[in-house]
């Protein structure tokens, strides 16, 4: 090779390859990366970012329900917006499932980041990744560890109502049958236990434990692996009938902070919902986990960041599968 012809193959293959950097191929199924808006929507993140810390601001409730709101988008048929579409002709929204409804909540927050995206780049940003950057952002803005979190998800084209009642963690499941739920995703006992974590800054319905204060199991016997003093406090706002919709912070010692008290509280016998009290007393795994990360918060965060990326990288729609919707609420045509 002539020296000249050096010169030029060594400046070729640096150019295509910072060009495969830049543009990589449009069809790549399933490969999400933090960049992937920096040339078609510089001002993506930043976006999402102001939307969301304004509404935390205005209700700190809204951290965990942003939060929420990727968790069970992701556990139904991917992390794709489907949870986001309201029903239509052809449509059986999954708001409407068990798990989510009259209680799953965020999506004006989710228009609103909508719309001011699609007056700064119309048709580009999906909505399944404002998801995942909301949950992000909810996250850190509540004390909690960040994370770059990978894109170019694209959105659903439907729902489904029967995966959201079938597929989504349960208060009331065993302990086996919420981690078959994870391992079907590609979770395993260690995302479980981290991700089960975000409910240091969540609330829980009256509904959602009130077995466990007056008939666990319909013994007619309340359930000794919650305290009982804290169980007593419990039952002044969660009578046996009525009241179905009190609010219970899960982590009562530093409710909208996230941090690593929810382990602490697993400990000594104050998780309120039985999936969450589950996690300390009835497998040894995840028992020497809870105490890991309730001793050791920089641990938890750690996990909790690999584990959020691990959830948000199930079943992605990418390349020409789906849609960028124009309206989160519904498909384009």
């Avoid at 208060?171 to 391992?183: G, R």
């Avoid at 919902?273 to 497998?283: C, H, W």
């Amino acid at each position: 090779m002539m020296p000249q012809q050096v010169t030029n193959a060594i400046f070729v293959v640096p150019l295509a390859l910072a060009l495969v950097l830049c543009f990589p191929p449009a069809t790549t199924a399933g490969v999400l990366y933090p960049q992937f808006y920096d040339f078609s929507c510089p001002q993506a993140k930043y976006i999402v970012n102001t939307v969301v810390s304004k509404a935390v601001a205005k209700d700190p409730r809204m951290a965990a329900s942003l939060l929420r709101l990727h968790f069970h988008d992701c556990f139904v048929k991917g992390c794709d917006g489907s949870i986001l579409l309201d029903s239509s002709g052809t449509i059986t929204s999954e708001k409407r499932s068990v798990p989510n409804r009259d209680s799953i909540r965020g999506f004006e927050v989710i228009d609103e980041i909508k719309s001011a995206l699609e007056k700064a780049c119309p048709q580009t940003v999906s909505c399944a990744d404002i998801l995942a950057l909301a949950a992000r952002d909810s996250t850190v803005l509540t004390g909690g560890p960040s994370w770059d979190v990978p894109l170019g998800r694209r959105d659903s084209l439907g729902a489904s109502l029967s995966g959201s009642n079938q597929n989504i963690p349960a208060p009331n499941n065993t302990f086996q049958t919420i981690l078959t739920k994870f391992k079907l995703k590609g979770l395993h006992i260690v995302d479980l236990v981290a991700l089960s974590g975000s409910h240091t800054i969540g609330n829980a319905r009256c509904t959602s434990f009130r077995q466990r204060l007056y008939n666990n199991s319909g013994n007619g016997q309340p359930d000794f692996s919650l305290e009982q003093s804290y169980a007593a406090r419990l039952r002044v706002n969660c009578p046996r009938s009525g009241g179905d919709q009190n609010l219970f912070a899960m982590d009562p010692s530093s409710p909208r902070k996230f941090d690593n008290g929810y382990y602490k509280n697993l400990m000594g016998l104050k998780g309120i919902l039985s999936s969450d009290e589950m996690l300390y007393t009835q497998n040894q795994e995840a028992m020497e986990l809870v105490k890991r990360y309730a001793g050791n918060q920089s641990d938890f965060f750690d996990q909790f960041a690999k584990s959020m990326i691990k959830m948000g990288n199930i079943a992605p729609l990418t390349g020409n599968h789906g849609e960028i919707r124009r309206i989160c609420r519904r498909i384009n045509n």
